[in-house]
T-cell receptor
Framework: DAKTTQPPSMDCAEGRAANLPCNHSTISGNEYVYWYRQIHSQGPQYIIH???NNETNEMASLIITEDRKSSTLILPHATLRDTAVYYCIVRVASGGSNYKLTFGKGTLLTVNP | NAGVMQNPRHLVRRRGQEARLRCSPM?????VYWYRQLPEEGLKFMVY????????ESGMPKERFSAEFPKEGPSILRIQQVVRGDSAAYFC???????????FGPGTRLTVL
C-alpha cells in the first residue's frame, strides 16, 4: 500500500472549517483513500473514503486532487468534539492483504473555543 | 444496528495470568480483525478471522497469543502468561466482506501489573 504523509498537528477555531491534508504521492490506480479518526481513548471511527471523485457524507467531505497524489479532509463546521487524531490510509481495492489497514501517526486536530 | 462490541473495556492482569478479550461484530459482518495499539503508538494489525477460520495471523506474536472466531459466539483474543509489554489497547473491527469498510469497537485496555 502507498505511504501517506500528514502534518503531526493542526489547530482550528470552533465553527470554522478544518482542512486536513494528506500526501500519498505513490498511490496506485486501484487504491482508495480512507479517513478514520480516533478521539482520545476510543476506537477508530470511520469517516469517509474515495477513489478519485470527491465524496461527501454527513460527517465530512473528501477532496482528491486530479493526479490523486494528495487529498484533503474537510470538516465544514468544526466543534470541540472533533478534537481527535485523524488518520489518512491508502488501501488497495481488492486482493492481496488489502484488509490490513496501516495506521501512521496521523494528525492531531485540536479545535479551540 | 448495534456497532462492534468489545468486552471487557478494561482488564487488569498480573504477570503470568491469562487474558481473554471478546469481540462481537456488527450484525451481518462475518469478518473480524484485531489490532493492537501500544502506548503512544499507532494501531498495528494482528489477525484476520472469518467464522471458524484464521485467514491471516501474520501480525500476531508467535508465542502466547491466539485468536478464534467460532461458529457461534464472539471472537476471542487470548493472551497466555501475560507480560508487562502486553499492556495496550486492543481493538477489534468487523466488515461484511474483506474489501469493505472496517468498523471498530471501543477497545479493551489491558493493563499487566
Amino acid at each position: 500500500d502507498a505511504k501517506t504523509t500528514q502534518p503531526p498537528s493542526m489547530d482550528c477555531a470552533e465553527g470554522r472549517a478544518a482542512n486536513l491534508p494528506c500526501n500519498h504521492s505513490t498511490i496506485s490506480g486501484n487504491e482508495y483513500v480512507y479517513w478514520y479518526r480516533q478521539i482520545h481513548s476510543q476506537g477508530p471511527q470511520y469517516i469517509i473514503h474515495g477513489l478519485k471523485n470527491n465524496e461527501t457524507n454527513e460527517m465530512a467531505s473528501l477532496i482528491i486532487t486530479e493526479d490523486r497524489k494528495s487529498s484533503t479532509l474537510i470538516l465544514p463546521h468544526a466543534t470541540l468534539r472533533d478534537t481527535a487524531v485523524y488518520y489518512c490510509i491508502v488501501r488497495v481495492a481488492s486482493g492481496g492483504s488489502n484488509y490490513k489497514l496501516t495506521f501512521g501517526k496521523g494528525t492531531l486536530l485540536t479545535v479551540n473555543p | 444496528n448495534a456497532g462492534v462490541m468489545q468486552n471487557p473495556r478494561h482488564l487488569v492482569r498480573r504477570r503470568g495470568q491469562e487474558a481473554r478479550l471478546r469481540c462481537s461484530p456488527m450484525k451481518g459482518h462475518s469478518h473480524v480483525y484485531w489490532y493492537r495499539q501500544l502506548p503512544e503508538e499507532g494501531l498495528k494489525f494482528m489477525v484476520y478471522l472469518q467464522k471458524e477460520n484464521i485467514i491471516d495471523e501474520s501480525g500476531m506474536p508467535k508465542e502466547r497469543f491466539s485468536a478464534e472466531f467460532p461458529k457461534e459466539g464472539p471472537s476471542i483474543l487470548r493472551i497466555q502468561q501475560v507480560v508487562r509489554g502486553d499492556s495496550a489497547a486492543y481493538f477489534c473491527a468487523s466488515s461484511p466482506n474483506p474489501t469493505d469498510t472496517q468498523y471498530f469497537g471501543p477497545g479493551t485496555r489491558l493493563t499487566v501489573l
